[in-house]
């Protein structure tokens, strides 16, 4: 079973989508130049964008069938989501943000709280804003927030993109733990093709919003 | 600076009518807010446009479009004498609704500017952790909102304080019911050998709406820091 299956057409002024592809098991990379369209797939499968047409399906589920009149809100497809710059909630402490998940759904601290955050090592900030983290600690924060709500895909959009080169470095092996350690669908948007290499099973090359074989 | 009781008067009346009025419209401009940015529909220009009138609209009209509207026999206030008891003109109530007419373009155009300056993406990250829209807004739209709608409505509060023309048409210049500082400055000014009298409530009224004024700028600074990224 793969874990993402994509399938969407969608018009957006002068840009259009049109666009097949199927996920692998763990990990799938995204890859293309800027304006490609791939932030807009993951917003398709996030549902923050509606396709014209398509279907979507996340780990078994389907989420969006055009022709069975499916469309699960944002808040039902269970995908954690990890935009460029972290997108944490800036008037929220880290812990409040790792925690919105579970307290918005109603559900009990997630059993693996403790782990996710050793493994990002991301302890010692539970009680900074984000705006006194940096780039690496507020990836790392966003990242665990994501996985925090039990997400059945992760999606990650050019999650390094916005660190240093330098500091680059310092995230990607925790990425890879995770991948390890959490058995959820990655797909992860990048154009830069040496971070994707590490952590791909499978790439699908978009360009133009089309899906490049 | 001793007060005469009719001086106290017209200065509580006023702070009342201001409160009043800033209290009663802000849910209604929160909501129209809202409408305006997240919304998209045919004729939303005609509604914005609508929405401002009190802006540049001579406030004696406004006043006599609310008598028409709201008066013992408006079209809308015959209603609610008949029906509800309520009374608004020539009330201290009416002058209340007034001021909140005259102040809720400044209050919509302060909270629909917050609004539009949220990034969508920070309450798409709200709604993929599974929050209900509802929920969204109240945990992520509405704090991140919270400067703008202040300021928003300091702006509509101070527009209260000095308003003059809608409230003197709608509901007159009664002491002790609807003369606030500015009809009360009014009356003084048409009375002989009053000019020491005007000078206080003016006095009071510069005091009122600088601090005010200071007391929003320093809560908005407050606010943008503790939300900077």
Redesign the interface.
């Known amino acids: 079973m793969s874990g993402i299956e994509f399938q969407a057409r969608l018009r957006l002024g002068d840009f259009q989508l049109d666009a097949d592809f199927t996920g692998a098991e763990r990990v799938t990379a995204l890859f293309g130049p800027s304006g490609a369209g791939k932030s807009t797939v993951l917003?398709l499968i996030?549902?923050?964008l509606r396709p014209d047409e398509g279907r979507i399906v996340l780990a078994g589920r389907t989420v969006f069938d055009s022709a069975a009149g499916i469309d699960l809100?944002?808040?039902?497809?269970?995908?954690?989501?990890v935009?460029q710059d972290g997108?944490?909630?800036?008037?929220m402490s880290v812990r409040q943000n790792l925690l919105?998940?579970p307290w918005?759904?109603r559900v009990p601290r997630p059993v693996s709280f403790d782990r996710t955050v050793e493994i990002l090592d991301i302890g010692k900030l539970f009680d900074r804003a984000?705006?006194h983290l940096s780039g690496g600690e507020r990836q790392r924060v966003a990242i665990g927030?994501?996985l925090l709500?039990d997400p059945a895909v992760l999606l990650m959009d050019e999650p390094v993109a916005a660190i240093d080169l330098e500091r680059r470095a310092e995230i990607l092996p925790y990425l890879a733990s995770l991948t390890a350690e959490f058995p959820v669908p990655l797909l992860y948007v990048s154009h830069a093709m040496e971070e994707i290499e590490r952590l791909a099973q499978k790439v699908v090359r978009i360009r133009d919003g089309r899906v490049e074989e | 600076m001793d007060f005469t009781p009719d001086e106290w008067q017209a200065i509580w009346l006023t702070l009342r009518v201001a409160v009043v009025a800033v209290l009663g419209s802000l849910p209604f401009a929160v909501a129209v807010a809202w409408v305006l940015s997240y919304t998209r529909f045919p004729g939303k220009i005609v509604v914005e446009a609508l929405l401002s009138m009190p802006l540049v609209l001579p406030p004696v009209v406004t006043g006599y479009a609310l008598l028409i509207l709201l008066g013992r026999h408006g079209v809308i206030g015959h209603f609610l004498d008949r029906d509800l008891g309520i009374v608004l003109a020539f009330r201290w109530t009416g002058a209340a609704v007034a001021a909140a007419v005259m102040g809720f373009p400044f209050m919509v155009r302060g909270i629909r500017l917050s609004f539009d300056s949220i990034d969508r993406d920070l309450e798409g990250a709200a709604a993929s952790l599974g929050a209900p829209g509802w929920l969204v807004f109240l945990t992520v739209t509405l704090p991140l909102s919270f400067p703008g709608l202040l300021s928003g409505a300091v702006l509509a509060f101070g527009r209260s304080l000095g308003e003059f023309g809608a409230t003197i048409t709608f509901v007159s210049s009664i002491p002790g019911e609807t003369r606030t500082i500015s009809s009360a400055i009014y009356a003084l000014l048409q009375t002989p050998d009053a000019d020491s009298m005007v000078l206080r409530l003016c006095a009071v009224s510069v005091v009122l709406s600088f601090w005010s004024l200071l007391i929003s700028e320093l809560l908005i600074r407050a606010g943008q820091r503790r939300l900077l990224r």
Not at chain 1, 73 to 81: D, N, S
Not at chain 1, 87 to 91: N, R
């Open positions: 917003r996030a549902g923050l809100p944002a808040r039902k497809r269970r995908v954690g989501l935009f997108l944490l909630f800036p008037h919105y998940g918005a759904r984000p705006r927030r994501a709500s």
